[in-house]
C-alpha cells in the first residue's frame, strides 16, 4: 500500500482494475449479472486488487460483494484495517 | 538442469506416481542440494514420490512450470487442490529462503481456488515477496498459478517464520557436518544481498 492510497485514490484504482476486465459498467451494477461475466472473472479481478493493495480480503466478503461500489469499500476497509 | 543434484545422488528416472514436470532452463539451486540425502516432497530433484518442482528467477520472483498426470487428480480430469496448495506453499518457501538466507517454516496458508486445474496441461506459479534480508520476520509472500493464457486459477498468501538453522537442530533431524553444510550455503545467500 502507498502512503498516498487515499480513500478517492483507492476508489479510482479499484474501479479502473474492475472495468478493465468486465467493460464500462455503471459503480452500482451487479458484476455477475454482466453477459460475458462469470465467478471466475469476478475472483480473478479481486484478486488482482488483493495483490495490487497488498491485502486478503475474507472469503465470506468475497462472495457476497456484487457491484463496484461493494470491492472498493471493502478494500478501504482493508488498508484502513492494514494502516491501523 | 544438473546431472548430479543433491550431494551428487545420481537424478532418477520418472516413476508412476511422480509429477512429470516440464523442463526448465537455468532453474535456481537451492541451498537443500548439499545434503547427502535431501528429499524435500516439493523441490527434491531425487525423491521419486515428489513433486520435483524446479524454480526459475521471474521478475522479482521466482517461478516453476507445472503438469500434473492423473496420479495427482481429484475430480476426474482435475489435478487436486492439496497438491496445487503444496506447490504454492513449497515456492514461497524456497523464495524466502533464496531472499533471507534463512530457513523458514510455514505458520499460515491461505489459498484461493479461482478455478480448476486440468490434469495434463501446463501451468506457471509464480512467486513474490517484499520481504528482504534486511528485514525481520515473520514474512509474508504471495503465490499465484496461471493457465496457459495466463488466466488466474489459484491464489494463495503464506506467512513464514524464520528459524536459524542452529535454532532448529532439535526439530530436524541433521548430522552436524549437514548443518555446517547449509549453514555454509545460507551464508552465501545473506552475503549475496
Redesign the interface.
Known amino acids: 500500500m502507498k502512503a498516498a492510497d487515499t480513500g478517492e485514490s483507492i476508489a479510482e484504482t479499484v474501479s479502473g482494475l474492475i472495468r478493465q476486465a468486465v467493460g464500462d459498467v455503471a459503480d452500482d451494477t451487479d458484476l455477475r449479472m454482466i453477459e460475458g461475466v462469470d465467478s471466475v472473472k469476478v475472483l480473478r479481478v479481486i484478486a488482482a486488487v488483493e495483490r495490487t493493495y497488498d491485502i486478503e480480503l475474507e472469503d465470506e466478503e468475497v462472495f457476497a460483494l456484487k457491484t463496484i461500489d461493494d470491492v472498493v469499500r471493502s478494500v478501504q476497509d482493508a488498508v484502513q484495517a492494514q494502516g491501523a | 538442469m544438473t546431472a548430479e543434484p543433491s550431494g551428487g545422488q545420481p537424478e532418477q528416472q520418472r516413476q508412476p506416481g511422480q509429477p512429470e514436470q516440464p523442463e526448465q532452463p537455468g532453474h535456481l539451486e537451492l541451498p537443500w542440494r548439499v545434503l547427502p540425502d535431501y528429499r524435500c516432497f516439493g523441490c527434491s530433484p531425487v525423491n521419486g514420490k515428489g513433486l520435483r518442482l524446479r524454480f526459475q528467477p521471474d521478475g522479482d520472483g521466482i517461478a516453476c512450470a507445472l503438469r500434473f498426470d492423473r496420479d495427482y487428480e481429484s475430480h476426474p480430469g482435475v489435478v487436486h487442490g492439496g497438491v496445487l496448495s503444496t506447490v504454492c506453499d513449497e515456492i514461497m518457501g524456497n523464495l524466502l529462503v533464496l531472499r533471507v538466507g534463512i530457513p523458514v517454516f510455514t505458520t499460515t496458508l491461505?489459498v484461493?481456488f479461482?478455478?480448476s486445474a486440468t490434469i495434463g496441461a501446463d501451468y506457471r506459479c509464480v512467486a513474490t515477496t517484499?520481504a528482504d534480508s534486511a528485514t525481520p520476520g515473520p514474512y509474508q509472500a504471495?503465490a499465484?498459478v496461471f493457465d496457459g493464457d495466463g488466466?488466474?486459477v489459484v491464489?494463495a498468501?503464506g506467512q513464514y517464520h524464520p528459524i536459524a538453522v542452529e535454532e532448529n537442530r532439535d526439530r530436524i533431524d541433521m548430522t552436524d557436518e549437514q548443518a555446517i553444510l547449509i549453514e555454509r550455503e545460507l551464508a552465501k545467500l545473506r552475503a549475496d544481498h
Request: aromatic share 0%.
Open positions: 491461505r484461493r479461482i478455478t517484499t504471495r499465484e488466466g488466474l491464489s498468501v
